[in-house]
């Protein structure tokens, strides 16, 4: 079955203490993306990656890192998490067609820092 | 820099009533558009998209039209059922502007009441 998924869905931790969620896909695609949902913002894209060892910033990617090492992973660092980063994160992969990209989410990660 | 408004929700109907979701862009280049739907406790799936000007996506029985002109991409829908309660967004992609970024609107909430 075609899917991203994300690890771990659920996460409460406090202040400081680094994390990695990790997301990975099975459907050979070039293009991954995360973002963070945050209630009346809609989805806000944090780092993206256009292929193995490319990566580039989206539109909030202060406090995060990524890395893509490999062209099915695709993990997000929290090197010194702080409560604004509470949030729901979703990790998407994408599809290039006729210049355009569908992008297939995974089911989402809900962080709170306390 | 490009964005997506879209309509404040929550918006409830009845079933079988008909459905408007507003959604303006603004896009310096050629945008694609997008609609996705994100059901409860799930990632977003796209539900339809179209990539030029007076094209028209369908799915599921929405459907939007890219108006150029208006710069909108209203999704409509006949006859709503209580099965399309959920949050839809509004996207954008602007290959052009560079990279792979995607911009989301905030997102509009349905209920569709039995």
């Known amino acids: 079955e075609a899917q991203v998924t994300q690890n771990p869905r659920y996460l409460i931790t406090v202040t400081g203490k680094k994390l990695t969620v990790t997301c990975s896909q099975n459907?050979?695609?070039?293009?991954m993306s995360w973002y963070r949902q945050d209630p009346g913002l809609g989805l806000r894209q944090i780092y993206y990656?256009?292929?193995?060892?490319?990566?580039d910033k989206g539109d909030v990617p202060e406090g995060y890192k990524v890395s893509r090492k490999e062209k099915r992973n695709f993990p997000l660092i929290l090197e010194s998490p702080s409560p604004n980063q509470t949030s729901l994160y979703f990790c998407?992969?994408?599809?290039?067609?006729?210049?355009?990209?569908?992008?297939?989410f995974g089911p989402g990660t809900r962080l709170t820092v306390t | 820099g490009d964005s997506v408004t879209q309509m404040e929700g929550p918006v409830t109907l009845s079933e079988e009533a008909f459905l408007t979701i507003n959604c303006t862009y603004t896009?310096?280049?050629?945008?694609?558009l997008f609609w996705y739907v994100q059901y409860p406790g799930e990632g977003l799936q796209l539900l339809l998209k179209?990539?030029?000007?007076?094209d028209k996506g369908s799915n599921k029985g929405f459907e939007a039209t890219y108006r150029k002109e208006t710069t909108s991409f209203h999704l409509e829908k006949g006859s709503v059922q209580v099965s399309d309660s959920a949050v839809y967004f509004c996207?954008?992609?602007?290959?052009?502007?560079?990279?792979?970024?995607?911009?989301f609107g905030a997102g509009t909430r349905l209920f569709v009441k039995a």
């Open positions: 996207a954008l992609s602007d290959s052009l502007a560079g990279g792979f970024k995607t911009i």
């Open positions: 998407a992969s994408s599809l290039r067609l006729a210049g355009t990209y569908e992008q297939y």
């Open positions: 459907m050979n695609h070039e293009y």
């Open positions: 179209a990539t030029k000007a007076d």
């Open positions: 990656s256009m292929n193995v060892e490319v990566t």
């Open positions: 896009a310096t280049g050629y945008p694609s």
